[in-house]
């Protein structure tokens, strides 16, 4: 008998299988899964080659809106050579046809044979690459998230810190390096750490690192501020066991608490201040929120040296970082993350590093936002007087901006903080 066509059924899924497998162990390189496949052959469009003894080929393929893609064809190489590849393409063709279809791709491995594409009438478009990553969030987590306030976040946050080497390179290594390979920190009898620290003087980047590492690591980043968890119907307390629970079923996360001294301030005698019952609800949820791998609890706080003993106590938190205000490197780095590209090259950085220093990034950010407005502002309105490249952002703008912003960090808080730095930070 010679080889007939006709769709695919249910009864050739074992068929399909088999051939999928003879084509793997010949060398066969599957763009799409074995799963995504059979699910298209029961629910999209699927042709089937056969002869008097068995299956001997198959095309499947998936209608997108206007395109179909075509998600396998194996033809058994005992019938290579024949054609048999170009008929099925052609069926499937006629079938998807019936969707609407007005264009019909394909992706092959980049040394798949191509012949009998090109035959069928496909080019092989040489300037096309293929990218794809996992999507590390479920749906159903991503329901949760919703519900806890929690989100991705987008993938590029540790590339925008500006400057902060020190601070970078200790948060890579301490904590990037060993969760986003836990296998290799194992082998080397490393514990990732579970609850970490980060204290330093207000705008200094305590969020902002804490995002990032959640955004370096791809885990979704959940934060919240103890003060909002008061309408909770149990109270703070109730609000954070809540949270808690909640958070236990995502594979992967990163909980950040913020303005964490709120909650864990020193508890003082008798008669017990509100929060104690807080702080000591927090001080259980840390031990069973430990025990699970692949999470991160963060908390920041601006004033460590108020933080109850007992929660800073070894075995609750691996690391206690400080994050202080940028040297002169990372003021250049800074200034130059907000200054316009087209006007970087024409104002005098060194003098805007040397006239910050004591500036925290939110400081600077705050100066070069106001430079800028200034500038827009003289060119829009004051164009009469303003010479002819007055359409950007100039040195005078950023020194008058930097004469007009006041330094956040007292040199008393940065003493309190070098103080804070020996007493109790934990690298
Ligand atoms: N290294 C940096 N490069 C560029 N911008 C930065 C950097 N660090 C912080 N910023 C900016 O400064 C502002 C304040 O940062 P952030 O909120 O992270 O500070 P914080 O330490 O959490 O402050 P607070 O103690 O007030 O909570 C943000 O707008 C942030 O984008
Ligand atoms: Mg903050």
């Known amino acids: 008998m010679s080889t007939r066509f006709r769709n695919f059924q249910p009864v050739d899924t074992d068929a399909v299988l ?138 590029d946050l540790w590339d925008k810190i500006a400057g902060m080497k020190n601070e970078k390179e200790l948060l890579e290594r301490r904590l990037v390096l060993p969760l986003s390979d836990s296998k290799l920190a194992e082998a080397f009898g490393v514990e990732p750490p579970k609850a970490i620290v980060l204290f330093g003087p207000p705008g200094t980047g305590k969020t902002t690192f804490a995002k990032a590492v959640a955004s370096r690591l791809d885990w979704p980043f959940i934060e919240f501020f103890p003060s909002r968890l008061g309408g909770d119907k149990n109270g703070v307390a109730g609000g954070l066991r809540d949270v808690f629970t909640s958070v236990d079923e995502l594979e992967n996360v990163v909980v950040f608490i913020d303005e964490v001294e709120e ?54 938190f691996d690391y206690v970082i400080p994050i202080g205000l940028p040297d002169a490197e990372a003021r250049e780095s800074i200034w130059t993350r907000y ?57 005078e703008h950023y020194l008058w901006a930097i004469g007009d912003t006041r330094q956040t960090v007292s040199d008393e808080a940065i003493e309190e903080f070098e103080q804070d730095i020996e007493r109790l930070g934990r690298l």
């Open 263 to 316: 909650i864990a301030s020193k508890r003082k005698g008798d008669p017990p201040s509100p929060t104690q019952g807080v702080t000591n609800e927090l001080l259980k949820l840390i031990p069973s929120f430990r025990e699970k791998p692949g999470r991160l609890l963060v908390v920041a706080t601006n004033y460590i040296r108020a933080l109850d003993d007992a929660f800073l106590r070894h075995g609750r």
């Open 18 to 155: 088999a051939l999928w497998d003879k084509s793997r162990s010949t060398g066969f390189e599957p763009v799409y899964s074995l799963a995504e496949v059979l699910a298209s052959c029961n629910e999209d469009h699927a042709i089937v080659a056969y002869d008097s003894t068995s299956i001997i080929g198959v095309a499947v393929g998936r209608v997108a809106h206007e395109q179909g893609w075509v998600v396998l064809l194996v033809v058994d190489e005992n019938y290579r050579g024949l054609g048999i590849g170009g008929r099925l393409l052609g069926e499937l063709e006629v079938d998807m046809a019936k969707s609407g279809i007005t264009k019909l791709s394909m992706l092959v491995a980049d040394d798949g044979k191509s012949g009998v594409l090109e035959k069928a009438g496909f080019i092989d478009l040489k300037h096309l690459k293929y990218f794809e990553r996992e999507v590390s969030v479920s749906e159903r987590e991503r329901e949760l998230l919703r519900d806890l306030g929690g989100r991705v976040l987008e993938r």
């Open 339 to 395: 200054i316009p590209a087209s006007a970087v090259g024409t104002i005098d950085l060194s003098e805007l590093v040397k006239r910050t220093a004591g500036f925290s990034p939110a400081d600077i950010e705050y100066a070069a936002r106001k430079a800028s407005q200034r500038a827009l502002e003289q060119s829009v309105y004051e164009s009469k007087v303003a010479t002819k490249d007055s359409s950007t952002t100039k040195t």
